[in-house]
């Protein structure tokens, strides 16, 4: 199974600031032949499913708002959150999709200093 | 509008088998490239991807819990069912079924909640 660790555990940033969660593959998540990363990012308020936030590493679902980026390839990702607002207190999990089983991350918990 | 609900029983006894109905709407399984998963998550614990079926009735399955699982659909009523083999203790979770297209989960249900418990 490829193993997914996320950075930090879990994550305090003042309301306008930047927050930056980390995710890490134990093998490369990028398919050559079509050179996308098999990585998406979720998003999970307290009571409720998780919501899809990025797919393919850096493209945005529809309706996401764009303080929302994702970037990285390969075995090395990163969820950012440009201006935080309050909305935004969740726990945020990346997963893989490239190998059977597809694998999470154990979840950032981002809360609001 | 893609929308998922599953359904189920909320308790079942260890050894018995758990049957879960993911009904959907907003989109068919019979086009190409859809699909529907079951990704579970134990009480304050992380997300556990279980199986996925597809359009063309292909089936994947975590190779952890392949012995005791079986996912199958009924594209005329939406639905997709999973069926998941002498629980135990440790399965407590909520269940979600999950929309996917070309791999991706895109669309999540609300979850239902099962406790294993004699």
């Known amino acids: 199974d490829i193993v997914m660790t996320q950075s930090p555990d879990s994550l305090a940033v003042s309301l306008g600031e930047r927050a930056t969660i980390n995710c890490k593959s134990s093998?490369?998540?990028?398919?050559?032949?079509?050179?996308?990363?098999?990585l998406a990012w979720h998003q999970q308020k307290p009571g409720q499913p998780p919501k899809l936030l990025i797919y393919w590493a850096s493209t945005r679902q529809s309706g996401v708002p764009d303080r929302f980026s994702g970037s990285g390839s390969g075995t090395d990702f990163t969820l950012t959150i440009s201006s935080l607002q309050a909305e935004d207190v969740a726990v945020y999990y990346c997963q893989q999709y490239y190998s059977i089983p597809y694998t999470f991350g154990q979840g950032t918990k981002l809360e609001i200093k | 509008q893609i929308t998922l609900k599953e359904s189920g029983p909320t308790v079942v006894k260890p050894t018995q088998t758990l049957t879960l109905t993911c009904t959907f709407s907003?989109?068919?399984?019979?086009?190409?490239?859809?699909?529907v998963a079951w990704i579970r998550q134990p009480p304050g614990k992380a997300l556990e991807w279980l199986a996925d079926?597809?359009?063309?009735?292909?089936?994947r399955y975590s190779p952890s819990l392949k012995s005791r699982v079986t996912i199958t659909k009924d594209t005329s009523k939406n639905q997709v069912v999973l069926t998941m083999s002498n629980m135990d203790p440790v399965d407590t979770a909520t269940y979600y079924c999950a929309h996917q297209s070309t791999t991706v989960t895109t669309h999540w249900g609300q979850g239902t909640p099962v406790t294993v418990s004699s």
């Open positions: 079926i597809y359009w063309d009735d292909d089936k």
């Open positions: 907003g989109f068919s399984l019979n086009t190409g490239g859809l699909g």
């Open positions: 093998q490369s998540v990028l398919y050559s032949s079509n050179n996308k990363n098999y």
